[in-house]
């Protein structure tokens, strides 16, 4: 058995669900929905979790590191949500280490230890990790390949990162559910991160779909990514500065170039706030997924501490529905009280408008058809 493999403690009480689709005006409705494990067989309906920055260290490492704290409880009454699933995809933003250096010049070092992070991540059921990121190399290449190690042998999938810019730029292939996933990663920044053919690294990228060399790199990600077949073919990128609300007009370019190339859902993520969701082509694009758990306080009236788990439903292969699931960040993570979800779902609104994306309630969430 894995060296960072724990047992849990049960959790008490009842999953909590999301309900059907009801109009905005109309009373809440509560979740009844259970995994694909309990549903009729066959080749049916399968539910993946796409969540946001997913920063494990700093104070939570403090926190949750304790030997006398379960790892799962990071995840709050989220967590029976998370288990209901049938996968969910993160952002890893930070490096699972205890080896390594302070990265010069840099303000910020994100590093949480494999032993306690690795089974908080098992325990909120994550089955792939993104690594492509402005963190993941904080600590230098050791523990970057300590966090791929680490991953790897827990069973959680990984792509953005590697030994050589060729492994880096590899897809992730994996089944979650009765689906075939392959994942592609890459991050604009930073460049002193990129992978070398001497020295580990991050699949570095200008998110430009005029660059030639992007064209090329990422281009040719997606073409290794479909030799797989996959029934879901994902483009989880970092990309776009930090506090904004809405894409820059080339950010929203390269995520259309990405499913021109036969992308099925762009996973966005960077910005620390929740942008639109927009239905383009045969894909969509979560602009960015905003954070999912982290320690960095609330930046004003962006309300990063507010966010969504985004639920990507599939039916025979293919993709019918995403679910908003509101959430608040603090030290942890946990379902969104009234008046969060309430500022959540107008906010999505808002956001989705130039993409004229519409969305219906969904419990305390709402819901995009496909």
């Not at 309906?45 to 969540?51: D, K, M, N, Q, S």
């Not at 993104?130 to 042998?153: K, R």
């Not at 699949?203 to 479909?226: L, N, Y």
């Not at 982290?294 to 599939?314: H, M, P, Q």
Request: proline content about 5%; charged content about 25%; hydrophobic content about 40%.
């Amino acid at each position: 058995m894995s060296r960072y493999r724990r047992t849990f403690l049960a959790t008490a009480g009842a999953v909590a669900i999301g309900g059907c689709a009801v109009p905005e005006g109309d009373p809440a409705v509560t979740d009844d929905r259970d995994s694909a494990a309990d549903r009729d067989g066959g080749r049916g309906e399968t539910t993946i979790g796409f969540a946001g920055d997913t920063m494990l260290g700093r104070e939570l490492n403090r926190q949750y590191g304790r030997s006398d704290v379960d790892p799962a409880t990071i995840w709050g009454d989220l967590r029976p949500r998370l288990e209901s699933l049938d996968g969910v995809c993160c952002n890893l933003e930070c490096c699972l280490s205890t080896r390594g250096e302070p990265a010069p010049g840099r303000t910020h070092h994100f590093r949480g230890d494999p032993e306690w992070a690795v089974p908080a991540l098992s325990a909120g059921n994550v089955r792939f990790a993104s690594l492509a990121n402005n963190h993941a190399m904080d600590f230098g290449p050791v523990s970057l390949t300590d966090t791929i190690d680490a991953l790897t042998e827990a069973g959680i999938d990984v792509a953005g990162a590697g030994e050589t810019p060729s492994a880096a730029r590899a897809p992730a292939t994996f089944a979650v559910g009765d689906v075939d996933v392959a994942v592609v990663s890459f991050a604009d920044r930073y460049a002193g991160y990129a992978a070398t053919d001497d020295r580990a690294g991050i699949a570095h990228i200008a998110p430009d779909p005029s660059a030639s060399e992007t064209r090329r790199v990422v281009g040719d990600a997606i073409e290794r990514a479909k030799v797989t077949d996959p029934d879901l073919l994902v483009a989880s990128v970092h990309f776009g500065p930090n506090w904004v609300e809405r894409p820059s007009g080339r950010l929203v370019a390269f995520g259309h170039w990405l499913v021109d190339r036969g992308v099925d859902l762009v996973h966005g993520h960077s910005a620390h706030v929740v942008q639109g969701i927009e239905r383009y082509g045969d894909g969509v694009v979560l602009h960015d997924t905003g954070d999912f758990v982290n320690d960095f306080g609330v930046k004003g009236g962006l309300r990063n501490d507010r966010s969504y788990l985004f639920e990507a439903t599939l039916e025979d292969g293919d993709l019918r529905e995403i679910r908003l699931v509101p959430i608040e960040i603090d030290d942890g993570v946990s379902r969104a009280g009234e008046d969060a979800a309430a500022w959540l779902r107008e906010t999505m609104r808002d956001r989705s408008a130039p993409f004229e994306t519409t969305y219906e309630r969904d419990g305390d969430g709402l819901a995009v058809s496909l």
